[in-house]
């Protein structure tokens, strides 16, 4: 079968950095998302990633290892309004978008 | 740009009632769109895949009698739930991809209608 593998849920400090991993296996690979969602609030768009190595974008960077099945986001200077669920997805050999379960970030003052 | 749009927002009708949710892709052409369902504190579940003029593609355990889906034209599709029950109560989004210019096969969320059955 076909899964994404992320926490469940993590608690950072504000200001502070905090990783958050994504490892799957799906039937082929075209790429991987990040998005975010506040509670209540639909998801919204991240990062892409399809070749292997690290995308900055701000505060926000993504990193992936096709041949490991792994990637991660990493978030700096963390503030209080990114406390949000963030979203793994997988683009198969089908072009059909593999969600994840989602992590849940706390941050706290 | 790539903006979608759905409504209602929020919805509250009675048991055995039916529902309409639309979905509009505002500045962009849809060819494919795609109706999740999420309950509290779970992920995003993928119901169908619609594309433009075409059948939709249901996702296991989906019943197609029950949310009928409709994409007409490359700007709207219609998700209608047909004798709403109180378990069918959810936040149901709608995403698009196509003709936006961003990265092929990224998904444009709306944002989402949450329905409540009485």
């Known amino acids: 079968g076909q899964n994404i593998d992320q926490p469940t849920e993590m608690t950072a400090t504000e200001g502070a950095i905090v990783q958050i991993n994504c490892t799957y296996q799906t039937s082929g690979f075209n790429g991987l998302f990040w998005y975010q969602q506040h509670a209540g609030e639909a998801p919204t768009f991240l990062s892409y990633n399809v070749l292997d190595g690290l995308e900055e974008k701000g505060r926000f960077s993504s990193f992936l290892s096709r041949s490991k099945g792994y990637s991660y986001l990493l978030l700096k200077e963390l503030q209080m309004k990114d406390s949000a669920s963030y979203l793994c997805?997988?683009?198969?050999?089908?072009?059909?978008?593999?969600w994840g379960a989602g992590t849940k970030l706390i941050i706290k003052p | 740009g790539a903006v979608v749009s759905q409504h209602p927002s929020r919805v509250i009708c009675k048991s055995g009632t039916s529902v309409k949710i639309e979905c509009r892709s505002l500045d962009f052409q849809a060819t494919t769109m795609f109706w999740y369902r999420q309950f509290p504190k779970q992920s995003l579940m993928l119901m169908a895949t619609?594309?433009?003029?075409?059948?939709?593609?249901?996702e296991q355990g989906v019943e197609k009698d029950k949310f009928l889906i409709n994409h007409a034209s490359l700007t709207l599709s219609t998700l209608t739930v047909t004798s709403a029950h109180p378990e069918d109560s959810s936040f149901y989004i709608c995403s698009a991809t196509g003709t936006s210019g961003g990265f092929s096969y990224e998904q444009y969320f709306g944002p989402g209608t949450r329905l409540t059955v009485t």
């Open positions: 619609s594309n433009e003029g075409s059948k939709a593609t249901y």
């Open positions: 997805a997988v683009l198969n050999s089908n072009y059909q978008l593999i």
